[in-house]
């Protein structure tokens, strides 16, 4: 049964996902079509990719189960100028999470693991500080960030080149803030300990899970794991950092590629809208409705959330973690949310459940502006007073990426 540190859910009382809502809200479609809006978000993206100068873009929309929009702009390398399509692949960090946690689901509908179950029962060797609350940690806990760690707990370690399975054993040392499921603080290489879980549930590695179980049967054709996956790729955007008032193209760094289920997957556009039909209830041949309803109901309060940049202070009224996705109340509406930023790369993809309209925003830069691109969606799906998100078309750049 759904859980919820939250005092009071009136939003998200029902299933997020409830057959009879969805049925409701697409008889309310029926005479609101968003594909008028999503050509206006079309220019707005070209816009916003000419007039800040920023390398490269992707966006997608989707309603009611049907792709609506799907473009790429600008380039995938500033220097060679290829250009950027529905098929080119991203980086999309912690985006990854919602994977990990979906596949979780999965495999605790077929009884392979349980969410509340202590996680030594497979990982006998998994401990921390405190040993008596080591055994208590769950998978519902690793994936809702509720360890009971500091924020990012040796994410910088992992940044000066650690190997996972050390620093997965260093956790033993880190000191706790909280008993295990008392607070909640994002984590990358704690959350991570859920591909040994699926190790240990399966025998078989996480990545080929992922690929087997959802990529493939979800046309995901696109999505691979790791730097040797995106640079296979027939196009890929290369990341920029900003360098001497332009931006410059790298290599992309491998060292958040080492914790696949956080920050593991790369994808187009196109992968990532099937992506987003599949999460919205539309595949459920794939994901039936009690395994989306399980990731996607909230677990633990995230009040900073509703801090920070403009919409989030202005639209966002509360805010809370599920398994693998974020769920906010944005002007009233559940949306289920996550970013995710590594060096040279940005991402943001969310949904409605209520209006069955979603976005995903992908591109290769360090640049915030592209931000700004989602509220003005979300506000035009619900029909709420236009405000200028995007602000002057020139973006900051926000140096450093370890809190997705």
Known sequence: MPRTKAASLPLLALPLLALAGLACATAARAADDFSVEAREMERLAEQVVTRARIPGLAMAIVEDGKVISLRGYGVVDSKLREPVTPDTAFRVASLSKAFAGTLSSLLVSEGAMSWDSPIVNQ?????????????????????????????????????????????????????????????????????????DMVFAATGDFYAHQVEKRLFHPLGMYGATFGREGLEASPSWARPHVRSGGTWVPVRPKETYYRIPPAAGVNASVRDMANWLVAQMGHRPDVLPPEVLNEIQTPQVATPGEVRGSGWRRDRLRNAWYGLGWRIYDYAGHTLVFHGGAVQGYRALAAFLPDRDIGVVILWNSESAMPTGLLPTTLDKALGLPARDWLGPMQAPVRRGARRR
């Open 123 to 195: 990982l006998p060797a998994f401990t921390l500080r405190d040993g008596a609350a080591a055994q208590k940690i769950t998978v519902r806990q690793v994936l809702s960030h509720q360890v009971g760690l500091a924020y990012n707990t040796y994410d910088r370690d992992l940044e000066a080149n650690q190997p996972y399975p050390l620093l997965a054993e260093k956790l033993s040392e880190a000191p706790l803030t909280c008993s295990p499921g008392e607070c909640y603080a994002y984590q990358n290489i704690a959350f991570s300990l859920v591909g």
